[in-house]
């Protein structure tokens, strides 16, 4: 997710908020594996997700793709977007 400078025409001011959600361990850690690839915080790297899938696109480039499935073989992250509906938490 390598911003195009010559896209980005002006900044935007924002207003972030704290906000605590519950995610699945090991999609966390590719999140935070790829979002250090990419040198950016986890909160932007989500942001950047979520604008992008609003809009019906992919966030991700070739290289991003490829770093991705290498940190979801290290994570052992096997989930896909067919169960994203049929995930239940294990009980402690």
Known sequence: MTVNQE????????????S?????????KVLKGLAEYHDISLGNL?????LHAF???CAFGD????????????????????VSHQLVEIEK
Do not use: M
């Open 46 to 50: 989500v942001e950047g997700i979520v």
């Open 63 to 82: 290289q991003s793709l490829a770093r991705i499935g290498e940190l979801k073989k290290i994570y052992g992250l096997d989930l896909t977007a067919d």
């Open 20 to 28: 605590g959600f519950r995610i699945e361990k090991r999609l966390l």
């Open 7 to 18: 896209n980005v025409s002006k900044p935007y001011t924002v207003e972030r908020v704290q």
């Open 55 to 57: 809009e019906g696109k």
